[in-house]
């Protein structure tokens, strides 16, 4: 049976979303349009490619998480270049040899641009931030001039995972104009709105994947200090759009993986810890299926 699906941001979380998607391949369902924010644009678009549930988990599982912290070359140390990079670079890493991986497993299942997948079969969120309005791409790409279907999918999820600050922004230049363009996350950070709004017209059933509790079962963030205070902050912001448009579907087209204990940016994930994510993530997508009515 075709589902449409939607997978949350979460970073290095997201792995937990591939057990989720092994357990929905188990049960029967296939996709057939996916959209998604940050980690879970990257899993969108595997998913979009043709990619199976085995393949994905084999695809994390053999690579070195590290080599996305792709640094500028300074001859100053790091702890020190950092600072310079944040200053003059709005991030830390470049975010070049996610783009790279991407296109080169994307490439593997012939897709290079939005012109290889069937029509909406892919949607992405990103956050421009010099125009203060959220993107998805590749539907808003003509109104910076760009053509949907000459424009690199894996340079979509880029900016789409361009967490502020941690990766440097995506340029994007239109005329005179250049817009920075980040992490989705930052305004949608599960768009199910995409498939299942007020306005949207729905046409098979929409399920959607999303790393953290419920609404009802999400913990008080303790704000001790200047920093949890900024956390908390952020987590709010991120969050409220789609905490809002969830509370009034009653959650129940919604797989929901808390994943405390493991940091967003995590790059060093044990083998043994990336498995209890996967196991968790199909776990938890198991229990959902036990109730779910469609």
Request: hydrophobic letters at 40%; charged letters at 25%.
């Amino acid at each position: 049976m075709y589902i449409d699906g939607v997978f949350s941001g979460g970073g290095i979380k997201g792995i937990a979303l591939v057990g989720a998607y092994e357990a929905i391949e188990n049960r029967g369902f296939r996709f057939k349009r996916v959209a998604g924010t940050s980690a879970g644009s990257i899993i969108a678009s595997l998913i979009a490619a043709g990619y199976t549930s085995k393949e994905v988990y084999e695809l994390i599982n053999e690579l070195d998480l590290k080599t996305f912290l792709d640094t500028r070359p300074s001859y100053l140390p790091f702890r020190v270049a950092k600072w310079i990079l944040l200053y003059w670079r709005l991030g830390i890493y470049k975010g070049q040899k996610l783009e790279e991986w991407l296109a080169e497993k994307l490439a593997q299942k012939g897709v290079r641009t939005f012109a290889d997948l069937e029509p909406q079969a892919l949607r992405v969120v990103a956050s421009d931030l010099s125009n203060g309005r959220l993107i998805i791409l590749p539907d808003d790409l003509p109104s910076y001039g760009i053509n949907p279907n000459s424009f690199s999918v894996a340079k979509a999820i880029r900016m789409s995972c361009s967490l502020p600050y941690f990766f440097e922004p995506v340029k994007i230049k239109h005329g005179h104009t250049t817009s920075i363009v980040v992490d989705g996350g930052v305004l949608s950070n599960f768009p199910m709105w995409l498939f299942d709004g007020e306005n949207v017209k729905k046409v098979r059933p929409v399920l959607g994947i999303k790393l953290s509790h419920s609404i009802q079962d999400r913990p008080i963030k303790p704000i001790t200090n200047a920093i949890k205070l900024y956390e908390a902050l952020f987590e709010t912001m991120k969050d409220a759009h789609d905490s809002r448009y969830i509370s009034r579907k009653h959650e129940k087209n919604i797989i929901f993986i808390p994943t405390e204990g493991v940091l967003t940016t995590e790059f060093e994930l044990t083998e043994e810890k990336k498995q209890i994510l996967f196991d968790f993530g199909k776990e938890r997508a198991s229990q959902f299926f036990s109730k779910w009515s469609y």
